[in-house]
């Protein structure tokens, strides 16, 4: 199996996911070889693409599938390379960052039931416990919607703010701050781009796939760990609407709910970094 991998510097980053283009769908879903259908599929590295080559080497070849995985390192690409037919399906993406995405770009991609969640964790270089967060401390934090209310909230949880009351936590942003007693002063910044600049702050939320990119374990080397009961962000299959019912997709997401896969997600990641959705 074949593994791309698309990073795009953050000028053409902004172009892209500024334009926000629409079109380009087509109906036809993958490669045919014979009894063999190669589907390409659109990941981020870890733990999604990791996932994906997993099934690609043991599970895919008893259900007629190849799979060829393009991983990308920006949120804002996957969808429109589905949107574009570039990609057969995508892995990466959770139903609120869906959901915004098609409220504002106007795609009509489908997503299935979660396979995975990676917790968020809030990550220091310096600070041991999320008590000892000083007054005034900068903390880094996502810039897209639907992750940053997702970040406030377990902030939140942890006591060290609070929201605006009736804010829905998958929407809430900066502005739904409504007690700061530490005056923590938030910096926005890229989901890609928290690890690398960790060392300018005090401390950061950080996606978990992100941090496993950039070593950091969540489960061991986070100060605060995102709740996982009754979470919302999993990571699940989408696809372009008009294929959903796909012979072949849903052969795919099949596969990625078997018995296999979750033993595979629950070994691989035993600490709790990535955990079954199913």
Not at 119 to 133: G, Q, T
Not at 222 to 240: H, M, W
């Amino acid at each position: 199996m074949k593994t791309k991998l698309i990073a795009i510097a953050a000028s053409a980053t902004l172009l892209l996911s500024g334009c926000g283009l629409v079109g380009g769908g087509t109906n036809s879903v993958g490669e045919k070889d014979g009894d063999v259908t190669k589907l390409t599929v659109g990941a981020t590295p870890v733990p999604q693409g990791d996932i994906l080559r997993y099934v690609d080497e043991n599970l895919a070849e008893d259900a007629g599938l190849d799979i060829e995985v393009t991983e990308y390192t920006d949120y804002t690409l996957p969808n429109k390379a589905l949107n574009d037919g570039d990609i057969d399906a995508n892995y990466f993406q959770h139903k609120p960052y869906l959901d915004s995405e098609v409220e504002g770009q106007g795609y009509e991609i489908t997503g299935f039931k979660p396979i995975n969640l990676e917790p968020f964790a809030l990550f220091s270089n310096d600070i041991k416990d999320v008590k000892d967060i000083p007054k005034n401390a900068k903390i880094g934090i996502n810039n897209d919607p639907s992750n940053q209310g997702r970040a406030l909230k377990m902030l939140e949880d942890a006591k060290l703010i609070t929201l605006k009351d009736g804010v829905d936590a998958i929407d809430a942003k900066l502005s739904d701050v409504e007690e700061n007693p530490k005056n923590v002063k938030f910096v926005e910044a890229d989901a890609a781009q928290l690890a690398r600049t960790l060392e300018d702050v005090d401390a950061s939320v950080i996606n978990g796939n992100n941090a496993l990119e950039a070593g950091l374990n969540p489960a061991k080397d986070g100060i605060l760990l995102e709740k996982a009961d009754d979470n919302p962000y999993g990571n699940f299959l989408a696809v372009r609407t008009e294929n959903k019912d796909d012979e072949n997709i849903k052969k795919l997401d099949e596969l990625l709910h078997s018995p296999e896969v979750k033993k595979f997600i629950e070994k691989k990641w035993a600490d709790g970094s990535v955990l079954p959705s199913f």
